[in-house]
């Protein structure tokens, strides 16, 4: 019998220490992971008995190599505030604490090293934003115990925020548990400062933009080179266009996503549709938009609005734009 299980959970209160069972064939002392900061868990994956592929190397001449493990598995994404923003940060302490509960380190690496983005994408990862993956910054480390259990940790971040996945598969015991210990209060994270919207400034405000049939940009989303995630925050371009979308339920958007020239045109036009969507999914989840009135696409390098040859230039050129699509319903 197989069942899969796939969920978004609620927070770990205060959550720094998190507490997590791995699967021996006798009983055992639980493994206690601590994290550097407050931890939530934000989705978990679960499947009595299944097979998983894992990566054994980085790529090399373009291929990734992985060993198949069958078994139980247990896959959770949590989300860690950091006071510094660095994923050796978030790995160094669990790598340590792994290796003092005695199970032993196959393969490590770091974002060039793995392999990049045909690493991120050639390895089983939840989906965002749940578990958000910076192109540009991750760490992957497996790691196999005495009892044939496998366990894999990737981390990431975007922002203050960091990103951790553990996944385990294997072994005769319950796969991999998580409980909250009682730990210091997650601290308030400060606001992203908004950036003034050139519309505003040519004196087309930004909503009148769009009722005009203009494209205009969301100017104070802020991504990072490679990342999908909005980094953290309340932003007051959302704010607007979900007020604009609920005061008309006919109405219509589609997100359009765009990168810098950093990499490949197919692995950018996947990662500004990425990017769109990570926005629609805000828009959904923190402003509570009906899903039909957006949508997401991303068509990569294509449409630059700067030089990519500048540090200033790339960063313009990561963007996502709003166009309505409902024209008929706007005002003339």
Known sequence: MRRTHQNR?????????????????????????????????????????????????????????TTLREGALQMTAYRV?????????????LRSQIEAAGFAISFEC?????????????????????????????????????????????????GLAGFVQLTQIGGQAPVLQAKAVAAAPKPTAAPIPARTDPATQKGLPFLAGLEAGRSQVLEDLVFASGSSALAAGRYGSLADLAAWLAADAQRRIILVGHTDASGTL?????????????????????????PEQVQAEGIGFLSPRASNLTPEGRDKNRRVEVMATSTELLAP
């Open 9 to 65: 959970l609620g927070k770990i209160t205060g959550g720094l220490l998190l507490a997590v069972t791995l699967g021996f064939a006798t009983p055992a002392m639980p493994l206690e992971l601590t994290f550097p900061g407050p931890a939530e868990v934000t989705a978990n994956r679960t499947e009595e008995l299944t097979s998983l592929r894992l990566p054994t190397g980085p790529i090399a001449n373009n291929i990734l190599p």
């Open 81 to 93: 505030e950091l006071s510094k923003p660095s994923t050796l940060e978030l790995m160094q302490p």
């Open 266 to 290: 197919e692995g950018n036009v996947k990662l500004s549709k990425l990017r769109a969507e990570s926005v629609r999914q805000e828009l959904l989840r923190s402003y509570k938009v009906a």
């Open 110 to 158: 770091e974002t060039l090293v793995c392999g990049g983005y045909d690493f991120r994408y050639g390895t089983e990862v939840l989906p965002e934003p749940d578990m958000h993956v910076d192109l540009g910054d991750f760490r992957y480390l497996a790691a196999s115990g005495a009892n044939s259990e496998q366990i894999a940790v990737l981390v990431s971040r975007s």
